[in-house]
């Protein structure tokens, strides 16, 4: 009876034990993704038939997007997301859901869409650029995140969505809120005004999606010179390598 309540006791102690190192195993595990493992999807918003906005001197958003989108892809690259990947890097004008279809179907692990910014009709007048007459707006600079509180992984959208937004603003650049405004077309609520994110959950991209998702606006190309500023190579690289910073932060944090 007493060895029988001795091996009893080590059993539990034994099994006490491996439940204990398969949790500290699977919290290991979960703590952190690996970059080499997480399949980032990038986004290029809108395509060559329908390329979004008009920039101030009269480019498709499309082509902004295009390129920021492949300079995005390279710096997660660099930063150790190996699988980073363009959704439709040829353009062939995939609806939003579309392209939440084609993560799916690649098991992306994350799904970033990168647009470039416009502004409501009534805020723009008229300026000749470069000797032609365009519709320009100049009120509105800076850049803007989204996340949509219908995405399946809705609190992990937002805590990347936190997490871009502090990387663009802490290498200097301006959240633009003019989405917020109580006006027709707008009204999108900023739900972190220091990082610069909104919420938005009609954006089809992002709600059919079923890894964490978010679309940055990153800057307004309707402005005359944000535009210059956005077509820099400088801008291209500090924006895209800022959004690399957060997915390191957003990965590092997993399962904390
Ligand atoms: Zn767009």
């Not at 290029?44 to 995005?72: D, I, W």
């Amino acid at each position: 009876m007493g060895a029988a309540r001795w091996s009893c006791r080590w059993f539990s102690v034994l099994l006490i034990s491996a439940v204990v190192a398969l949790a500290g195993l699977s919290g290991v595990a979960r703590a952190g993704c690996k970059p080499a493992e997480l399949l980032v999807a990038v986004d290029a918003g809108h395509g060559p038939k329908s390329p979004g906005a008009t920039s101030a001197s009269g480019q498709p958003e499309y082509a902004f997007n295009k390129r920021l989108a492949a300079a995005v892809k390279d710096a997660l690259v660099q930063a150790g997301f190996t699988k980073a990947l363009l959704i439709d890097p040829v353009g062939t004008d995939l609806p939003p859901a579309g392209r939440a279809k084609r993560a799916n179907a690649a098991k992306a692990g994350l799904l970033i869409s990168i647009h470039h910014d416009s502004a409501q009709p009534q805020f723009f007048t008229t300026a000749v650029i470069d000797g032609k007459k365009r519709r320009v707006c100049d009120r509105f600079a800076g850049y803007g995140v989204f996340y949509s509180q219908r995405n399946r992984q809705a609190a992990a959208s937002l805590a990347l969505a936190r997490a871009v937004g502090r990387e663009l603003a802490a290498s200097g650049l301006p959240f633009s809120p003019h989405h917020a405004a109580d006006i027709p077309g707008e009204g999108r609520p900023i739900v972190d005004p220091i990082a610069g994110v909104y919420r938005y959950d009609g954006l089809a991209v992002l709600h059919a999606a079923s890894m964490p998702a978010v679309l940055v606006e990153a800057g307004v190309i309707v402005n005359p010179a944000e535009e210059q500023a956005l077509a820099t190579d400088a801008r291209q690289t500090q924006t895209a390598r800022a959004i690399a910073r957060a997915v390191t932060a957003w990965c590092r944090d997993q399962g904390k």
